[in-house]
């Protein structure tokens, strides 16, 4: 993993260098903590950074230590925590192909300065050196961030919270980046689960807004949305594991909607027939001010029902989903909301990679009005190595305009993964540099290297308007 590692032209090496390598970050899609940032939270060792940080960490690496046979007491238990670092270095030993083994040593030298070989030779000094650099004053969740480059943080947040932490970081003098809330709307979404009315009573405090009928849900969403808005927020991102389009009459869903807050339970077609409503409002909320939607589509969530028992969601027990006729369905949403104007730039991503070339197709039935307003969500999760960034990066140029793309995020808890935006853009040069080998782009360094700059930051910067205020 020298400086030209995956750069395997001269062309590539000459984009990198150039002009990717330098560009600032635009996090947009994350899921860090804001009360760790805003607290500057420091670290006591390299197992908490690097695998479990008091219950909450990288379930990626959880993952991959489970197929490794180690005891779930070395990954998420009360193991000593030099013993459950050895149990990661003796992963990373069978991890050869995997990107988690290339994260994880350009983590060690990226935010460490260590270039040796994660193996159970090496551990003892990696141990030793990475945690001397730990101790240091500037090594912490703020100090993290600013030594990436990065200019924009966007977490992930529930419509309920009460966004304290964003807006006491917001309220200091130069942390030196932003950190924005994303609309989450998950739980509002889930009008079928058990806690559903409990979950309306805290949308009510939240919000001002008692929350007793359909009307009043949609008031109280709208709040909410403007509150986020408010707090520099211009993101929403629903999460799609499933999903069908039910259109429905309002006075249908009045009718789920007073059931549910009275804790009975909704069928599955009247919670898709909500879920549909919701989203067609929601969606008009966002674009009426000027925000970005990202739907994050297929995925199989808590397989591992005695898992999810023990250790609950994001723990590394969900996959990719293998829902038929997703885009079908994605597509009578998408042009439901452009039959009232209420279609925001939207971001597509799915888990299912044999769903690209139909979601690409289909994001182009959509365009106008604004420069990109459907997107292709980069390689995302399981498909976020080398051959899915570079899957992912063909069909976008194929079949839109790959100039015009936003490029990467790091969908992390981690503070260390900020590295996965520079493999992005290895590989990103990697493919338009073999591109100019093979004389289908011109060998031109002004155009190519412009455009290379736009997809690793300006395109993040101008799409989402991070850096407006009102």
Not at 59 to 67: E, F, G, P, Q, V
Not at 182 to 191: E, G, H, K, S, Y
Not at 391 to 410: D, I, K, Y
Not at 446 to 465: I, M, P, S
């Amino acid at each position: 993993m020298d400086k030209d590692f995956l750069l395997s032209t001269e062309w590539a090496r000459k984009l990198y260098h150039g002009h990717a390598e330098g560009q600032p970050v635009i996090d947009y899609h994350c899921h860090l903590d804001p009360r760790q940032v805003f607290e500057d939270a420091r670290f006591e060792d390299l197992t908490q950074l690097w695998i479990c940080d008091h219950g909450a960490g990288d379930h990626y690496k959880w993952r991959l230590m489970r197929a490794n046979g180690v005891p779930e007491e070395l990954i998420t238990g009360d193991g000593a925590p030099y013993e459950k670092f050895l149990a990661y270095v003796r992963t990373m030993e069978r991890a050869l192909g995997n990107p988690l083994y290339e994260w994880s040593h350009l983590e060690l030298r990226r935010a460490f300065g260590i270039d040796l070989t994660i193996c159970e030779g090496n551990a003892p000094e990696i141990w030793r050196r990475a945690n001397e650099r730990i101790g240091q004053p500037d090594f912490s969740a703020r100090g993290l961030i600013r030594s990436f480059g990065v200019r924009c943080v966007c977490t992930t947040d529930d419509p309920v919270s009460d966004l304290a932490w964003h807006r006491k970081l917001a309220a200091e003098e130069g942390p030196g980046f932003r950190m924005l809330p994303t609309f989450r709307p998950d739980a509002l979404m889930a009008i079928d689960a058990l806690g559903f009315a409990a979950y309306a009573k805290r949308l009510s405090q939240a919000s001002g807004i008692e929350v007793v009928d359909w009307a009043s849900l949609k008031a109280a969403a709208s709040q909410r949305v403007q509150a986020f808005h408010e707090a520099g927020g211009r993101l929403a991102d629903h999460g799609l594991n499933s999903f069908k389009f039910v259109p429905s009459a309002d006075d249908e869903i009045a009718a789920v909607v007073a059931r549910a807050l009275l804790g009975e339970a909704v069928s599955a077609k009247a919670a898709d027939a909500y879920r549909s409503a919701l989203s067609l409002f929601l969606m008009g909320e966002y674009e009426k001010r000027g925000w970005t939607l990202q739907l994050h589509m297929n995925v199989l969530r808590n397989a591992n029902a005695r898992g999810f028992r023990l250790l609950g969601a994001d723990a590394g027990f969900d996959s990719v989903g293998d829902q038929p006729g997703l885009v079908s369905e994605v597509a009578r949403l998408l042009d439901a909301a452009s039959e009232t104007a209420a279609l925001p730039r939207t971001i597509l991503y799915s888990l299912d990679e044999s769903q690209w070339m139909a979601l690409a197709t289909l994001m182009q039935s959509f365009q106008g009005g604004v420069r990109q307003r459907l997107q292709l969500g980069c390689a995302w999760w399981f498909s976020d190595s080398l051959a899915g960034m570079e899957r992912q990066l063909t069909v976008f140029a194929q079949e839109s305009l790959l100039a015009n793309f936003t490029g990467m995020l790091t969908d992390s808890r981690s503070f260390l993964s900020y590295p996965r935006h520079e493999y992005f853009r290895r590989v990103l040069c990697r493919t338009l540099g073999q591109w100019v080998e093979d004389g289908r782009i011109p060998a031109d360094e002004d155009w190519l290297g412009g455009v290379v700059e736009d997809v690793c930051y300006r395109n993040a910067r101008d799409y989402f308007g991070f850096f407006e205020r009102g």
